[in-house]
């Protein structure tokens, strides 16, 4: 367990963090292949379950670092910072509820779908491409914060490409809503505890161009580049149905 738990330089933070990122989209792209040749439903209940599994299993291993594994961090745990309430939680708990109702046919989950598909490649992907690495300290660490990011994305590039999931217009008013309510409650949560839970108090630390501005400014500039980044992600989807029109 030494690997996991020796604390290791920034660079060294950096590095591992950009090799995990190439072969996790490996992993995105295989998953695309394999939900778009595979037929068989069986097959399919059987990688959602994997997948499942192992989105499970993160979170699980992420808590035992935090409280068992990592001697640093584990003095410094705190409500302030390490309750499940940033965007990407909620994300990502949409994204396994999704492959959960897909199993069970739950009536919401096109909703979870909605919601993890945006807040997936409007800010997990963010995560992944402008990481900030404060506070994180060992491997795992740095793995299980990857992980929370790009499993995400991996199991809403699964429900496109296994189950024909499809973002619309409609979704994108859906999800704006639903974010702006989480705003709303987490902001609360933030005033009671002195927290800065959605970075609702002050920005992430990282370079990141769609951060303009000290608080509230960045966050009304985020409200109007919601839409236009949500008929970014809509555009896809628009054009494959265009192209399936005309075939």
């Known amino acids: 367990m030494d690997f996991f738990s020796k604390p290791l330089s920034d660079s060294n933070l950096y590095v591992a963090h950009n090799q995990i990122t190439y072969l996790l989209i490996f992993c995105w792209l295989l998953v695309c292949f394999l939900g778009y040749y595979i037929k068989d439903k069986n097959i399919k209940r059987n990688i959602t379950i994997f997948l499942l599994s192992i989105s499970l299993f993160q ?23 390490d309750l499940p309430l940033q965007l990407c939680h909620f994300a990502y708990w949409l994204s396994v509820l999704c492959l959960l109702s897909q199993i069970y046919n739950n009536k919401h989950k096109q909703f979870y779908f909605n919601c993890a598909y945006f ?33 995400i994305i991996l199991n809403v ?29 987490v902001s609360f949560i933030n005033y009671i505890i002195d927290s800065n839970y959605m970075f609702l108090c002050s ?5 990141n161009p769609l951060l303009i501005g000290d608080w509230p400014y960045y966050i009304l500039v985020l409200e109007l580049v919601f839409f236009i980044y949500g008929y970014i992600l809509y555009l896809p989807f628009k054009l494959r149905e265009i192209f399936i029109t005309k075939d």
């Open 59 to 81: 979170e699980v291993f992420d808590y035992i670092n935090r409280f068992f594994l990592n001697e640093i961090y584990s003095v410094t745990i705190s409500i302030q910072k």
């Open 203 to 207: 920005p992430p630390d990282v370079n």
């Open 119 to 151: 807040l997936g490649f409007s800010g997990a992907l963010q995560g992944i491409i402008t990481v900030d690495l404060t506070g994180i300290f060992t491997f795992s660490d740095m793995l299980t914060l990857h992980l929370q990011h790009s499993l």
């Open 157 to 185: 590039l699964w429900l496109i490409f296994a189950y024909n999931y499809k973002f619309t217009k409609k979704s994108i008013l859906q999800t704006f809503l639903f974010t702006n309510i989480l705003v709303v409650i």
